[in-house]
T-cell receptor, first 111, second 109 residues
Framework: GAGVSQTPSNKVTEKGKYVELRCDPI?????LYWYRQSLGQGPEFLIY????????DSGLPNDRFFAVRPEGSVSTLKIQRTERGDSAVYLC?????????FGPGTRLTVL | QKEVEQDPGPLSVPEGAIVSLNCTYS??????FMWYRQYSRKGPELLMY????GNKEDGRFTAQVDKSSKYISLFIRDSQPSDSATYLC?????????FGTGTSLTVIP
């Protein structure tokens, strides 16, 4: 079956702009995670959804970052007033039981 | 101190060599241990998953967990050029997953 998909694959924006990153999880997976991966680093946890609700958002770096999953499937990560330090690969993973399956990521570049 | 420590390498070995990759951790609450492989510009792909101390084998890959020492390893036998990638260890406590920085591996034909 289809894996986790993320769109866009690449996003270039200017400092101060708003961006939305989309994640389509594996069908039927109730858990969804967002991570941020900087060059030479492992994925860093941002937020975790169980169904429609954000069960743990302790990894969001500040209030410019927000994520939703209104129908318990597709999720959108929203970043307001982007800064150059937000440049990274944003990974989404979905899970049923103990295994996580990752999407290919969205490479965000803030100029 | 980071929750999970992993030597970033890079590690370069000849084809056919045995590769040993390692991570240490500090949190005794970690219960599940995973190894992921990540090719350039791709998402991590789960290789091995275990929740107990001891060894788990899958083909050319063996995962080893020593909870008393807070140390996990991944061994790759008969390494192939296609194994060239970054290998990430990951650990789970509750609903959060903690990743190492990844070790870059190159297998030279």
């Amino acid at each position: 079956g289809a894996g986790v998909s993320q769109t866009p694959s690449n996003k270039v924006t200017e400092k101060g702009k708003y961006v939305e990153l989309r994640c389509d999880p594996i069908s039927g997976h109730t858990a969804l995670y967002w991570y941020r991966q900087s060059l030479g680093q492992g994925p860093e946890f941002l937020i975790y959804f169980q169904g429609t609700g954000a069960a743990d958002d302790s990894g969001l770096p500040n209030d410019r970052f927000f994520a939703v999953r209104p129908e318990g499937s597709v999720s959108t990560l929203k970043i307001q007033r982007t800064e150059r330090g937000d440049s990274a690969v944003y990974l989404c993973a979905s899970s049923q039981a103990n295994e996580q399956f990752f999407g290919p990521g969205t490479r965000l570049t803030v100029l | 101190q980071k929750e999970v420590e992993q030597d970033p390498g890079p590690l370069s070995v000849p084809e056919g060599a045995i590769v040993s990759l390692n991570c240490t951790y500090s949190n005794s609450a970690f219960q599940y241990f995973m190894w992921y492989r990540q090719y350039s510009r791709k998402g991590p792909e789960l290789l091995m998953y275990t929740y107990s101390s001891g060894n788990k084998e899958d083909g050319r890959f063996t995962a080893q967990v020593d909870k008393s020492s807070k140390y996990i390893s991944l061994f790759i036998r008969d390494s192939q050029p296609s194994d060239s990638a970054t290998y990430l260890c990951a650990m789970r406590s509750g609903n959060q997953f903690y990743f190492g920085t990844g070790t870059s591996l190159t297998v030279i034909p």
